[in-house]
């Protein structure tokens, strides 16, 4: 019985992470008779196109973008939701800041992209109604894109963060927060004093696996960036992998981009673990 | 005592004001959506400022529900998550006994191998597990999915710690009653897994039914689609339908938030059991 999960374990989970590392090696393409070792080829053809910079550029900017905003907005609301003495309302709160996480990410890029839109999309005509600002081209502007992604994936990626660091904060003592209060620490002391430090090890827990899936977004970039975005402006390197390796079908070339890709998670969360240890060591 | 209540109501009423503020924020877009879904697009084009539909219609509905295969979609996406689920669970508890209970060679270097993989971006692996899959001639079927879908490594991870806080003294006493492994993790390992199996359960569910990327790579026919990459094929099928995709976004939506709210304790609980961990 064993053996054939094994076997899966090992055809599905590490196999293709070898293969993957041996295409890079290879131009590799299904169409053609003949693939052929090319050593590090790939590698130097990725220090040589700008496309691959670009999409570099644009990822550290999503990912940098996005993510300390989540980890401290999800923070405040969290710690929000907890202070509440209604039980009933701390509980709907967190089913209803859920919400979007339950919802195909795809679906909802396609709802924002309409509330998008120039011309009939909600958001401009409810900035021109309110502020009276003219109408901006969210998606169709260079510098805009990444940020309406942005604004997109938080309101899309909240609710887990939300309910794990609820769940954190819940695990406090109260007495520690009373004791605080009664020696006269206001609520951002108590925030910075208590909540944070002892929310240690799930904080650090939480920073590292947001990091790692906004690396990885992919679905809202395909769907609001159309083709990468004007001028590849939207053009991130999980969306130049799938374009190269399953529309041009040059599969080594995106090995070589998803190899370049994994090593900058990796070095990403092993200096994300050293900073967190230093300050959270206790 | 006293002043230290009142000044708690004060910012318990601010915090009531802030979160309220945000949860308009999250919900606004469903509200428009659904909306949207009622109106033609005719109407939302030439009004675009406008929230409420003037003339309510269910042309949209109609349009998705009898111009394309919708049901179909939505068997797909049920049997494919479903499938996941129930493989993931049945693998990853059993394996995680294992891992847990017994000894072989190479037995943690095995372990951390399945746990490294966790650290590897999809990107990698899907154009190998994408050949694979095209050698075991399996492209463009559901089974294209739910094969590689089988295994989780987080799966594993969760189960094995799980199972070794379940004491041994259990299971060697059922095994030295004659009971085999199997009799073991049936009756003893799995009835004291259910909180950890909910946990995996509710996780694999939501992500297999919402997976984009992977039904993107696997599959091309029109029939064979589940729904999240349907629905981008039906938008781009009818960009200029704005109503007719509002709509299809909304049924596949609002099942799910009905689902969540029927089951939110398990939900909240079960992602809570995750982190923590």
Avoid at chain 1, 104 to 111: E, K, T, Y
Avoid at chain 2, 28 to 56: C, H, K
Avoid at chain 2, 194 to 222: D, G, H
């Amino acid at each position: 019985m064993l053996l054939p999960i094994l076997l899966l374990y090992f055809t599905f989970l590490v196999l293709p992470i070898g293969a993957g590392f041996v295409m890079s090696f290879f131009d590799y393409n299904p169409l053609q008779a003949q693939n052929d070792f090319v050593g590090m080829a790939n590698f130097s053809k990725l220090l040589d196109d700008p496309i691959f910079f670009k999409a570099l550029r644009n990822t550290l900017y999503f990912v940098f973008g996005t993510v300390p905003l989540n980890i401290i907005i999800t923070l405040i609301i969290a710690q929000l939701i907890s202070s509440l003495q209604w039980s009933k309302l701390r509980a709907s709160f967190r089913v209803l800041f859920f919400m979007p996480c339950i919802a195909p990410l795809v679906a909802s890029s396609m709802v924002w992209k309409q509330m998008y839109n120039v011309r009939y999309g909600v958001i401009n005509s409810l900035l021109e109604r309110f502020l009276s600002i003219q109408p901006i081209n969210w998606l169709g502007t260079q510098s805009l894109v990444i940020p309406s992604v942005i604004l997109f994936t938080l309101w899309a990626d909240m609710g887990y963060n939300i309910i794990i660091f609820s769940a954190g904060m819940d695990g406090i003592p109260h007495d520690f927060y009373e004791a605080a209060e009664i020696d006269g620490a206001g609520p951002i002391t108590r925030f910075f004093n208590i909540t944070l430090p002892l929310l240690g090890r799930t904080l650090s827990f939480v920073i590292a696996m947001t990091f790692i899936s906004h690396f990885q977004m992919f679905a809202q970039f395909q769907v609001l960036a159309t083709k990468g975005g004007p001028n590849n402006s939207g053009t991130v390197l999980t969306y130049l992998i799938y374009k190269i390796a399953f529309q041009n079908k040059n599969m080594g070339y995106a090995s070589a981009i998803a190899i370049a890709l994994f090593l900058l998670i990796m070095v990403f969360t092993i200096v994300q673990q050293r900073i967190n240890r230093v300050d959270w060591g206790y | 005592m006293a002043t230290l209540t009142k000044r708690n109501s004060w910012g318990q009423y601010l915090s009531l004001i802030i979160l309220s503020g945000v949860a308009l924020f999250i919900i606004a877009p469903y509200i428009w959506m659904v909306l949207a879904s009622f109106r033609s697009t005719q109407e939302i084009v030439q009004n675009p400022g406008v929230i409420l539909p003037i003339d309510w219609t269910l042309e949209g509905y109609r349009n998705v529900l009898t111009n394309a295969p919708f049901f179909q979609w939505f068997i797909n996406s049920l049997i494919v998550a479903l499938s996941i689920t129930a493989l993931v669970v049945f693998t990853s508890t059993l394996a995680g006994f294992v891992f847990a209970k017994f000894d072989f060679r190479g037995k943690e270097g095995l372990f951390w191998l399945v746990l490294a993989t966790m650290m590897v971006p999809y990107q990698i692996t899907m154009i190998p597990i994408f050949l694979i899959v095209g050698r075991l001639h399996l492209y463009d079927t559901l089974w294209a999915l739910i094969i590689p879908g089988a295994v989780s490594a987080f799966g594993l991870y969760l189960c094995r710690q799980f199972c070794e806080e379940i004491p041994d003294s259990l299971s060697e006493a059922a095994l030295i009653d004659g009971a085999g492994p199997m009799r073991v993790y049936w009756s003893i390992i799995v009835p004291l897994l259910r909180p950890c199996i909910a946990a995996l359960a509710i996780f694999t569910f939501l992500e297999a039914w919402n997976e984009y990327l992977k039904p993107l790579i696997m599959l091309s026919q029109v029939e064979r689609m589940t729904l999240p990459l349907s629905l981008v094929f039906f938008g781009n099928a009818h960009k200029h339908d704005i109503g007719s995709v509002m709509s299809a976004a909304s049924l596949i939506m609002i099942p799910a938030i009905i689902v969540l709210l029927l089951f939110q304790k398990q939900f909240i609980k079960g992602i809570s059991i995750t982190g923590t961990k």
